[in-house]
């Protein structure tokens, strides 16, 4: 190629890198129509409408207190909702909205015994049905197998999808379970937590990969005349938005699962009532990733020996943290094998 | 995040990636190689106790210095005769109170409503 096309070339392509980055956040994400069922302050309970609900028991989508529940549909043919509607579960997602300081009091005990529980009541209101599914991810994996340990009476399924359950081999427990690391430092200044500094120390677990390799993968591709513009900017968009984590939540969090390893140890206490996973009776997935760096697998799988279910089952597959559940991998790979799973556990 | 599901665009005259010249791929190879070593070694440092140690003390600095900074910035603000952030916080908790209560209101009522609805019939008098 001779020097002024390569020239050309290069003009263009930095054009369509930066154009990419600086729109991102225009990118359409969470469009699969859904109603209302129910708020509460921040949170809300939304349900995907469909015209074939197949399955009896409805299956209740929880996310982390950390970025938004997006992620379970986050683009046309690349979303994980709309996949299940397709299969005919009737699917609600539970979204935590986005506190602010005033929100500071909203410990762990809030979001499982009051927001979960109570959107659990209304799933099952909505959907004229006596028992239901939850799936959990991350973060919302742990509080949802926390609420499967204290109430037990509606729950006939239960997935955890990357859950951080044992954190002592946690890459996060090197940083802040230490004794000079004080949660309370940052909750005196931030009475919510900005979601920029937990995504900063997020990010910093892996600080080539997320700084620089991320996008020197996109030039490569933009250069190349590769299109990954849809699936770039949504998930840039999706990475982006992080909500606060509320004060005393992020407080407890540190400390309870991090510190004192608690929820493993049997000694986690939600309002005076201990929270024993050995009381989870509901069948039971528990879904790993290989190359997870923020809920490795070890600290993941150790939930199936503490708990009391008769059916248990272990999903190992490759990918990340997120990766895992994106993707055409996704689509063909685990999304498949969960419908089926719980396809096999949703008749009335 | 790395997403598969590629696509090529149309409208980019193709090929646009001519064949590398042999040196050229030496680079990349070794640029690629030289990038993987820093990744994995950052990674390593980031995950040594010194780290985890020196991100709790800079962390500590970091918040001590913006609560000087809240702090006087709320007290400009405050002499101003204006509402400052705590007062709109302290103005978001009452109606957090109050939404909490008209919560559990309403569990009530769809409690009782539950209960008149699926209760025996009342005995006649």
Same mark, same amino acid.
């Given at each position: 190629?001779?020097?002024? &096309?390569?020239?050309?070339? =290069? ?22 129509? $859904? ?43 690349? #979303? ?27 410990? =762990? ?6 927001? =979960? ?15 239901? #599914? ?34 002592? !081999?946690?890459?996060? #427990?090197?940083?802040?379970? $230490?004794?000079?690391?004080? %949660? ?7 009475? !919510? ?7 900063? %120390? ?27 513009? !849809? &699936? ?11 909500? $606060? ?18 929820? &493993? ?12 996973? $050995? ?11 290989? %190359? ?35 993707? #055409? ?17 949703? &008749?009335? | ?59 500590? *600095? ?16 405050? *002499? ?46």
């Amino acid at each position: 190629m001779n020097p002024v &096309a390569q020239l050309t070339r =290069l003009g263009v392509a930095a054009n369509d890198f930066v154009n990419i980055l600086l729109t991102a956040d225009d990118a359409a994400i969470a469009v699969t129509p $859904r109603d209302v069922v129910w708020t509460h302050r921040n949170t809300t309970l939304f349900r995907y409408r469909s015209q074939q609900r197949l399955h009896a028991v409805p299956l209740l989508l929880v996310f982390a207190l950390i970025n938004r529940p997006d992620i379970f549909d986050l683009q046309p043919g690349n #979303s994980f909702v709309e996949h299940l509607l397709a299969e005919g579960f009737d699917v609600f997602l539970l979204d935590w909205g986005e506190p602010d300081d005033a929100d500071a009091d909203l410990g =762990l005990d809030t979001f499982v015994l009051d927001e =979960l529980h109570w959107a659990v009541r209304e799933t099952l209101r909505a959907a004229d049905a006596e028992e239901l #599914s939850i799936l959990g991810w991350c973060i919302g994996g742990t509080l949802a197998a926390m609420y499967a340990a204290l109430e037990r009476d509606a729950l006939r399924n239960l997935i955890l999808l990357t859950t951080p359950i044992d954190t002592a !081999s946690s890459r996060y #427990s090197n940083w802040v379970a $230490r004794d000079s690391f004080d %949660a309370a430092t940052v909750t005196d200044v931030y009475p !919510s937590v900005p979601g920029e500094l937990i995504d900063f %120390a997020n990010k910093l677990l892996k600080p080539v990969t997320n700084y620089w390799t991320t996008y020197r993968r996109l030039w490569d591709d933009v250069y190349a005349g590769i299109d990954r513009r !849809s &699936a770039y900017q949504a998930m840039a968009r999706w990475v982006g938005d992080n909500p $606060r984590f509320p004060g005393r939540a992020f407080r407890e969090w540190i400390d309870w699962m991090y510190k004192e390893n608690a929820l &493993a140890r049997g000694r986690l206490r939600l309002r005076g009532r201990r929270v024993d996973l $050995r009381r989870i009776e509901a069948n039971l997935l528990v879904v790993t990733a290989g %190359a997870d760096h923020i809920a490795p697998r070890e600290g993941t799988v150790v939930v199936l020996d503490l708990v009391s279910s008769a059916d248990v089952t272990h999903f190992d597959r490759p990918g990340g943290h997120i990766g895992l559940m994106i993707g #055409s991998n996704a689509r063909h790979g685990i999304w498949p094998d969960i419908v089926e799973w719980l396809a096999q556990r949703s &008749a009335r | 995040m790395d997403i598969s599901g590629k696509c090529v665009i149309a409208s980019y005259p193709q090929p646009m990636t001519p064949a590398a010249e042999p040196h050229e791929d030496s680079i990349r190879q070794l640029f690629k190689e030289s990038q993987d070593a820093f990744a994995a070694a950052t990674e390593r440092t980031v995950q040594r106790d010194a780290f985890g140690e020196l991100l709790a003390r800079v962390t500590e *600095n970091v918040m001590g210095v913006t609560k000087i900074a809240f702090d006087v910035a709320d007290l400009i603000v405050r *002499n101003l005769r204006l509402a400052g952030r705590a007062d709109i916080d302290r103005l978001g908790r009452q109606l957090a109170r109050t939404e909490d209560k008209l919560e559990l209101l309403l569990q009530e009522i769809e409690a009782l409503r539950a209960e008149t609805r699926d209760g025996p019939p009342a005995a006649a008098p």
